[in-house]
Each structure stands twice: as structure tokens, then as C-alpha cells.
């Protein structure tokens, strides 16, 4: 998982309500606009940044809560890719012991000689051949 999002519940929280708790109070905005009101006149620049400051926390409110969602969207995903390699491995192996479990039942459906009908050499146990002249030891 990306490091950018592991902390984004925590941290679009803590920030959201930050951010809510400057704009109700207002603090941002009377921290801030003394110091352009010292540095630029009135004027539509002032007004702009006037704007601006007051709604600062609003912006980062909303930059906050989009972080948070991408991140929780983000962890969504990844959880949904794990899960799906997790079962791809399952499959797979899970595919492994069905071919071996049905080739034991194939192999428990028949009968077998304990002699080779051909040349009379001992089966072996999981036998299904002979291992000398290659005929069938199936009981048909």
C-alpha cells in the first residue's frame, strides 16, 4: 500500500476538524488579514485576498476530505486486489488437489489383477500398468 495513504483517515479527520474549528472561530482569518491590511490598500487585490483568507479553511476543508476519501477509496482497491490474488491462489491450488483427488477415484473405480495377465509379474500398489510389458492390469 502506498505510504501517501495509510494515514488519510487520521490525518483528513484531524484536518477537517481543524479547519471547521479555524473557520467558526474565525482565528485564521484574524491571524492573517492585519498583516495585509499593514502591506496593500484597499482595492480589488484586497478584496481578492480578503476573500481568499476567509475562506481558507473552507478550501482545506474540502482538500482534507477529498484526501481522506481517495485514501479510503485507495485502501478499497488495494483490499479488492489482495483478496482477488488470494483467491487466484486458492483456485490454483485448490485445481492441484481436484486432479489428485479424482485421478484416486479413477483409480478406485476398477479392479486390478495382483499378477500381470500378460507376463505374471507383481503389481505394484497405485499400479495401473505393468511395469514390464505395459499391459493394462484392469480387471475388465
Not at 500500500?1 to 490525518?11: A, D, I, N, R
Not at 474540502?62 to 481517495?70: C, E, G, N, T
Amino acid at each position: 500500500m502506498s505510504k501517501f495513504f495509510k494515514p488519510s483517515l487520521p490525518v483528513g479527520i484531524i484536518g477537517i476538524v481543524l479547519n471547521l474549528v479555524l473557520f467558526i472561530s474565525n482565528g485564521y482569518y484574524t491571524l492573517v488579514i492585519p498583516v495585509f491590511e499593514k502591506t496593500i490598500d484597499d482595492g480589488p487585490l484586497f478584496t481578492a485576498i480578503d476573500e481568499l483568507v476567509f475562506y481558507t479553511p473552507c478550501i482545506f476543508m474540502a482538500l482534507f476530505a477529498a484526501y481522506l476519501i481517495a485514501g479510503l477509496i485507495y485502501k478499497k482497491n488495494h483490499h479488492y486486489k489482495e483478496e482477488d490474488r488470494v483467491t487466484e491462489e486458492l483456485i490454483v491450488k485448490n485445481a492441484a488437489i481436484q486432479s489428485k483427488l479424482d485421478a484416486e477415484v479413477e483409480y478406485l473405480k476398477h479392479e486390478y489383477y495382483r499378477n500381470c495377465p500378460n507376463c505374471g509379474s507383481a503389481r505394484s500398489d497405485g499400479q495401473q500398468v505393468c511395469a514390464f510389458c505395459g499391459k493394462s492390469l484392469i480387471m475388465k
